[in-house]
């Protein structure tokens, strides 16, 4: 009787999946296919169109550096420490997640911006926001942030507390155990973390094209060869963008099979 509901279950798992994988699979497909070899190789030569990912590729990546100095300390104390305010803050961290992009942009133009004292104080520094990389990697930072947090804190709840108590037990502080015995099981994480944070922020368009419409990202200039030349144009620098995330995602896939193993 187990035998066949195995059966006909499992092709039924199948064919309700099948919607959910054609959404994807056909309008990227389309895309994917709409530009000739010819289009792809004459466009990935055009300097605007190397600029523009080689920007977005760096200040993903510098965002992503900084959510490892400013997100690890937070992630580990999401993930041991029970504190007042605990299920607040976690909500605060992913409130990037929830709200429109746009609305970020706003948000950090609001503080940032030349009409608001933080912002004077900024521009009195050198430091400009609007329409500058500065701008993108706050940006892409903030956006970037809540998925390096929650996949770091996932890492560090995997540890069994028991070794950094045996590690304490045995006469090391708490620094010294989060240095020798933490950090170093939980690396996977936060390359993954990384990772997540940077496939995140290479994609992020809404708050860019609000703080800083140039220099542009490969999303903006997406956006911009289609509202001036049309469908056509955009389509070759979108294929790249694609080519380029999907390798990312390929890279968390094999660092989240590694980080099972390691775990299992």
Request: net charge positive; proline share 6%; with cysteine.
């Amino acid at each position: 009787m187990r035998f066949v509901t195995r059966e006909w279950f499992l092709p039924l798992l199948f064919f309700l999946s099948l919607p959910f994988l054609l959404l994807i699979t056909a309008p990227l497909g389309q895309l994917l296919t709409s530009s000739g070899l010819g289009d792809l190789l004459h466009t990935i030569k055009d300097p605007q169109v190397l600029q523009a990912i080689g920007r977005s590729l760096g200040t993903s990546l510098t965002a992503a550096v900084l959510c490892l100095l400013l997100g690890t300390p937070l992630s580990y104390l999401l993930a041991r420490r029970q504190f007042p305010g605990r299920r607040l803050v976690e909500g605060l961290v992913d409130l990037p997640i929830m709200i429109p992009h746009p609305v970020i942009g706003i948000a950090i133009l609001s503080l940032a911006g030349r009409y608001h004292p933080f912002g004077r104080f900024l521009s009195d520094l050198g430091i400009q926001i609007m329409g500058s990389y500065t701008g993108i990697v706050t940006v892409l930072t903030f956006v970037g942030l809540p998925f390096y947090v929650n996949t770091v804190k996932s890492g560090f709840e995997a540890i069994p507390a028991r070794l950094e108590k045996a590690s304490r037990s045995l006469g090391a502080g708490m620094a010294s155990t989060f240095v020798r015995i933490t950090l170093p099981l939980a690396w996977r994480s936060m390359i993954l973390g990384m990772i997540m944070c940077t496939a995140r922020a290479i994609s992020e368009f809404g708050a860019i094209a609000i703080v800083a419409y140039h220099p542009m990202t490969a999303p903006v200039l997406i956006y911009e060869r289609f509202t001036a030349y049309g469908l056509k144009y955009s389509q070759p620098v979108a294929v790249w963008l694609v080519i380029i995330s999907f390798c990312l995602f390929v890279l968390i896939r094999l660092f989240s099979r590694s980080r099972e193993s390691a775990y299992a």
